[in-house]
Every structure is written in structure tokens, then in C-alpha cells.
């Protein structure tokens, strides 16, 4: 460095970079610092030059590109470089250069503390303005038509800026510089209060709003992503009402807080889960219920809970400590997102707005569990966040992954980054498949995807894969348990060529061999695996019914158990005897009763068996959340089972397990000690697994995955008790462990194909 003429660093940073205030930010530093240069856009990033005389200068800048960052900015990559002097005589924001390459786009991000600041101050201009916004916070993802990330691109284009907002936008040293949704009263959008009867707007819209919410009325609020159904969660009858429209009696609605202290009122919240719960991405938390509200949560022993992330919930909330706030769609439907969509008949009256949602995005759901988040649905706040793949898999060209078919995703692959979806539901419900077709768009356009091949489930007749069949690239199709192996070792960046040992319990997935799976044991890495063991197979009798019917799954565990020696057992006789006697005789003559070794049906059968189950459920995974909600806290107690077999792949037999599940209920025992027991079973036969898998195959990481590990009371006994042994657990962290997980998974074992083949 020739220290009497100057020296020259050229800094490129990539990650979520672009609309998220990192320019003004590095402008900032940079006059503060008495640095000179200039800062722009790049295609797939923000290029950074600076010049100086002296180096300290140059560090105390980059320190604070570690410790200052603007809170949605978040650096993946830096490169830094010497470069040529040029005398700069100041500091300057310059144009963009014209985009080509991969654009992170931040995710929703609920209203900042300055911004609310604002709009409690009677003084401020944007006093009590519900769109209020800053670089910090606000909508991104669900308003962004396409890229560059301009006002021009989003759903605010209808709305020209005002003098005052023109002024802040373009003023780098005004935290509103380039907020693409800036807005005020005098040029922004504003809110509306519509009957839903007569569809008339209603003066004092606002008020009238929050006196219809009390008095026991259904009100349609629109939030970022969508609409919500509000009511009162004290009223019953409002409750009961909304139940009713939307055709639920048991499953949990959601709630949103004012603040944590009226959370407390009614949950408990440790200090993790009231990170969360207060973080910008504001997901709605699980948490264990303190207080009883009828209707609510039935069955279950928590609720799920969130606080305000739009200015509009925060007004809302100011005056209604406590509401239901539940995603307005048809039962199976996506989340609406325009007033056009059925909504009236869903509600009393639509507190509505002018700013238009291009993206729909539910809500995101996650509970603490063993100190790190684990996502039942993954949406809203978190989309679409881009994760960085291993080094060793990186290839040219671009890649689509459409998933599976329940509860689905689809992710983008480009430049070395795997973005996903936000939830999308179920693809056999018609409306969600235009859905998936809209965020495959959506994404497409966003990151400017134009995938070389498609990668999709081996199920040969789920939606997806048809219709990745039916675009006209080449389709790498992924078994069902493998992609959710793949998709836990991915986001623990795990290099390709490590086996580790994949523990995947779910309710059903297409199987190497053409059979059902879902209780297995593979052992693999990104590229190939084997099955190491698995769940002995039983009969599903009914095929796709006795997933909705855990009686049926009871039956068929007894059958395989007693033969035909069945104990006779009082919950049975919930079940008219015609029917049992059809099921009995399906199950002997094989017919309608295909074997499968999936975990969530063993579930299933014992939360019928220890009578929490209904004999009909109304949603998936009811049976085993009822089942894990009434356990006790015991650890130690468990039932017997079996793992038989000389040679891979084993089998794990529960005819021993069952048996005594059977005994304790005849016995009296109650449902909550066999639920304890039969957790603390389930985790003793991974360990069991992985220390034969370790003996034989040296292998000493397990990853798990799986709906079932949505049941954080096995996720964390299985951790611990593995950890105790001394192995490696990988879990899911970033993604859920359902198959919302699936197209990451395709992603990861697509890349490790490609390398090896040179496709
Ligand atoms: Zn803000
Ligand atoms: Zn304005
Ligand atoms: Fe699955």
C-alpha cells in the first residue's frame, strides 16, 4: 500500500443485500468514518468501493459490516480485494448496474420499533397510519411482482408518491431511503370496512370494526399474506360460529396477543419461545396453555399464539388485548388473499385495504423444541430465504423441485443457493394446485429460474409428479424417505460421500420396492442409500381410510398382535360390530389392505387404543398430537419391543408393544403414563438402531426426519438419549420435518446426481 497516495479495497457482499437498507447503511458507515468511494447493486449483489489513506479507517469499517448490520440485511458471502486508486473526493449511493444474476429478496418483516414509535406520536405525520414502513421492516415478498426490487415492480405501483415520502425516499440518509412501500395518509393506501351482507362500506370503518370484534361478530382482517377470520376468543358463541364456517370442530385457531404479558396470562413462555414469539418474523408460537379458553385448542394441551406484525394488527390489538386470528380459507383451500375470493360468506363484515397481496403466504408455525425452533409450517417471515448449498455440490444451471403431494413446497436451485416456498397444502385439493402452479411462477420470475430439469417424488400419481412429467425437461424422480434424509443433511451443509444414518418416520411415502413406507431406517448420503431397517409392515385397511379412521389402524395392530385372540378391549365398542367384522374380514383376505410400514399409523393405533383418538379425526396428525398432549413427564418407563432379522434390513417388530399397551388399558392404567411409555419406546428403538448401525457400519451421525418428528416430545427424547450415547443427531432447524421438507431434499440429491454423472 503506497501510503502517501492512498489505497483502493473493492468489497462484493452477496446475501439478503438489496431492499433492506444496506446501501444507506454502508453510506453511513462510510461518512461516519471519513471513508470515500462508492456503493451499487449488482446483479447478484452490492458492490463496495472504498478508498483511504489510512488502514485503520478500512477495518473499522469492515467491523461494522459484522456488528451493524440493518436488522434484514444478512451477509452470505464477501469477497475483498485491492483494487485501483482513483483520488474519489467523496462518498457516493450509484445506480444500479442492470440485473442478471440471483437477487435475494427479503422475506415479510413485521412493523420495526421506530416505525411504531412514529405512529404513536401524535406529532408525526404517519400518526396512527396503518401502513406505516421503513428500509426495516414491512412487506417484501408478497408484494414484489418481479425484479429489480423497484416501487415500480410491487403491488404499490398504483400509488405515487406524495412530495414529503418522494423526499425521504430519496435521501440516503433518511431511514425511508428506497423503502419501495413508503407511504403516508396523503399518498398511501388506506382501509375500508365493508358489510359483508350488502358489501357497503361503513363510515368510522376502523371503530366500527373493533365494536363488531366485541360484540361477538366474525370480522375479516387482511394482513400481509392474507386474510385472517377474527373474533373474540372469550365469546363462545363467536367461537362456536366460526367453527361452524369453516367446517372445524377440533383443530387449534390461532391466536394473536397484544403483547407477551397478556400471553402469559393465558400460556406459558420461556425465554426462547418469547424470542420468537417477539422476532420480526413474528411466527406463531406453540406454546403450553396456563389459562382455559373453551373452544380454542380442544384435546390439546397448548395453544398457538402470535403478536401484532402489521401496523394495522397493532391498532387492532391496542383495543383488543386478546383475538382469534385464524387464516380465512375453505377447509383444504389456500389462504384468501382478494375479497373476491368467497370470502363473504366466511364473515360478518372485511376490514379491508387498498394495497394489493400478489403472493399469498399463511402464517408460519413453530415450537421450541429442545432450545431450537422446530417448524410445523414454514411461511410467512421465513420465505423466501436462500441457503447456501455445500461447496461440493454446486452446479451450472438452474433446477426445480416440486415436492411430494401433502402438505408441499417447491424450491428453486441457482448460483449455488436452494430457495423454498412458502407452505402450500395439499395438491389433491384443486385449488391447491393452482397454487403451486402460481409460486412456481412466483419464484421463476423472482430469481429468473429457467431449470435445466425438474426433480420430483417417485410416487408415480401424485400431481407433482405429473406435473413435473409434463414439462418438457428432463425429470429426476427422488424415493419419498431418501429426499427426506437428503433435505436434514442439506441444511447442516453435511459434505456429499458422509453416510449417516436417516431416521424418517412419517405416514407414507412410495417405497423402493414399489410397497409403503414410513418407518424407516436408511442408511445413505446425498446420492444413494440403503434400507437398514424398518417398521415390521401391517395391513392399512381401507388403504387412504385408515388414515382418517385410527380405528381401523387399532384393529389391524391387534389382528397382527392376538390374532385371533383378541382381548376384548371397551374402546372397541365405539365401533359399530357390522364394521369391525368388514375390517377383520379385509385384513384376512387381503383385500383393500395393503401392507405398510409406516410410524404415523403405529401412532395412530395407540392413541385409539388408549381412548384419546377419536374414532374418526378430523385433521392429520390429530391422533398423535392428542396422544403426545396427555403424556406424562415420565422418561424412564417403556414398553418391549423387537428388532429381528440376521442381516440388514432389519425389521422392528411392536406385536410386544401392543400387547402391552393392551394390557395397561385392561389394567386401568391411565392414558397418559402409555403415552410416556410408548414415546420413550419409540426413542429406545432408534437408539436401539443406531447402536447396531454403529457396530456394523461404523456409522455414529443420525439425522431425522419426518412428519413424526413434528412430535417435539420424541424429537427431544430421541435426541437426548442419543447424545447420551455418544452420537451426532442431526435434526431440522430451517425446515420442517414433514414434507414441506421433500423439495429441498429433491434439490440437494438432484445436485449430487448431476455432479456424478455430469448430466
Ligand atoms: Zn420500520
Ligand atoms: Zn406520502
Ligand atoms: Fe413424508
Known sequence: MAVDKGSAREITVFGVVQGVGFRPFVYRTAVRIGLRGWVRNIGEGVRIHLEFTRPETFFSFMESLRTDLPPLACIEKLTDTETAFSSASDFRILKSAESGGFVFISPDISVCSNCLREMMSPNDRRYRYPFINCTDCGPRYTIVQSLPYDRPRTTMASFPMCPLCSREYNDPLDRRYHAQPIACPDCGPEVTLYDAGTGKSIDGGFEQAVEWIKDGKIVAVKGLGGYHLVCSPRNEAAVLRLRQIKNRNSKALALMAADAAVVQTYAHLSPEEREHLESPRRPIVLLKKRLDLPHIAPFLDEYGIMLPYTPLHVLLLEKLDLIVATSSNRKDAPIIKDKGEDLVP????????????HMRADDSVLKVAAGSPLFLRRARGYVPFPQRVPEELTVEGDILAVGAELKDTISVYKNGYVVTSQFLGDLDEYSNLLYFEETIGHLSRLFQVEPRCVVCDSHPDFHSTRFAFNLDIPVFQV??????????LLEHGIAPGRSVLGVVFDGYGYGADGTAWGGEFLVGDYETFERFAHFEPVALPGGDLAARQPWRMALSYLMRTFEDSIPSLPVMDRIPARMLRGVREMVRSNVNSPLCSSAGRLFDAVSFLS????PEVEYEAEAPLRLQSAATSDRVLSYPFNLAGDKPPYTLSFRATIAEVVNDVLS??????????????LARTIVTTARRAREELGIDTVALGGGVFCNSLLLENTQSRLEAEGFRCLRPVLYSPNDEAISVGQIAHALA???KTDF
Do not use: E, Y
Open 611 to 614: 381412548g384419546l383418538a377419536p
Open 753 to 755: 446426481r448431476i455432479k
Open 346 to 357: 366466511l364473515c360478518d363484515a372485511v376490514l379491508d385495504h387498498n394495497r394489493p397481496i
Open 479 to 488: 424415493q419419498h424417505h431418501h429426499a427426506h434424509l437428503t433435505a436434514v
Open 668 to 681: 386401568g392404567i391411565g392414558a397418559g403414563t402409555i403415552s410416556a411409555k410408548f414415546h420413550n419406546t
